[in-house]
């Protein structure tokens, strides 16, 4: 009677851990898509790069209490490939990739760029395979072709983005291609870090403490100008609308994403990242006024119904597992 308690809570617990990380993950994701209700506002009185200096400054008022609190963790784990990882994900994956990103921009055709962005789950899908030796689920390319197929629709509904082949030879792609790359691999970097038995909380912490001398070296090389004005008021909404983003679409989503991540497979949770475009143009829509095409409504239910289809695989499949190893 012990034994089959034993385990039903086994079975139990697996699908907890299961279930959970995924949604952990998106709902990490989530919190990404609520980056422009504040950037908007903070973009009238700074540029990007001052945005996330800023944001990451504050953070740091977080970080070292939660790294030291958790300090523990790092006994005995430091290594060059733990150090490597830390620095791919904060300085590849925060910085870099998103300077890389935003410079695509102002080079080249914008559907091309966005079209390879979509790369991004094949590069951490192969590194996943490659470094950690994740052994794909079964029916997972079932998933990640409705995933991309969501995310094509939530960027450019039913039709085809006009593209030529110079459009897709420019320095603008490559940019987006090595963006892509990085944030797929940070993804799988992650992981690697979680399973060296790094808290998530210090993952998060010292992803954002070790971007700070990089994003302040990216800072001085801009030489952007500070020119902050306007009244007393002005001046606390300003305020308001940094700390928020810098605790919600910062602290908070990487904390929730790193607790998904920690019992979730690379491959799924790069999947589980694509509720990011799927909030963003929610968020257009009920907050900026954007309209809504019928082809982005096709593509929003389907990262969901993937999400929820990969949940419940990944729950079956531990759980036949747990059940074998009891």
Not at 37 to 63: C, D, G, K, N
Not at 147 to 173: E, H, I, K, N, R
Not at 207 to 234: H, K, M, Q, Y
């Amino acid at each position: 009677m012990a034994n089959a308690v034993s385990r039903i809570n086994n079975r139990s617990m697996t699908w907890s851990r299961g279930s959970l990380g995924i949604w952990y993950v998106a709902l990490g994701a989530v919190l990404w898509g609520l980056d422009p209700l504040f950037r908007i506002l903070l973009l009238e009185s700074f540029t990007s790069a001052q945005i996330v200096f800023i944001e990451h400054v504050l953070l740091a008022f977080v970080a070292v209490p939660l790294l030291i609190k958790h300090r523990r963790s790092l006994g005995g784990r430091w290594s060059w490939g733990v150090i490597g990882a830390l620095l791919f994900i904060s300085w590849g994956g925060s910085a870099i990739a998103t300077v890389l990103f935003t410079a695509a921009f102002s080079h080249g055709n914008a559907n091309a760029i966005l079209l390879l962005q979509k790369l991004q789950p094949l590069f951490a899908i192969i590194l996943a395979r490659v470094l950690l030796k994740e052994a794909l689920p079964s029916r997972f390319f079932t998933y990640l072709a409705l995933a991309l197929a969501g995310t094509y629709l939530l960027t450019f509904g039913f039709a085809a983005p006009q593209l030529g082949w110079t459009d897709l030879g420019t320095v603008a792609c490559l940019f987006s291609i090595l963006a892509a790359s990085l944030w797929g691999g940070s993804t799988v970097m992650g992981k690697y870090l979680l399973g060296r038995g790094l808290d998530f909380p210090v993952v998060t912490s010292l992803r954002f403490l070790l971007a700070l001398p990089l994003l302040s070296a990216l800072l001085l090389a801009s030489n952007d100008a500070w020119a902050v004005t306007g009244s007393a008021g002005a001046l606390t909404v300003i305020g308001i609308n940094l700390l928020f983003q810098a605790f919600f679409p910062g602290l908070l989503s990487l904390l929730l994403y790193y607790k998904g991540l920690s019992s979730t497979k690379a491959s799924y949770a790069t999947l589980a990242e694509l509720s990011f475009p799927a909030v963003g143009v929610l968020v257009n829509w009920l907050v900026f006024h954007q309209a809504l095409t019928a082809g982005q409504l096709v593509g929003f239910v389907l990262i969901w119904s993937t999400l929820w289809f990969m949940t419940r695989t990944q729950d079956q499949t531990e759980t036949v597992q747990g059940t074998a190893a009891a």
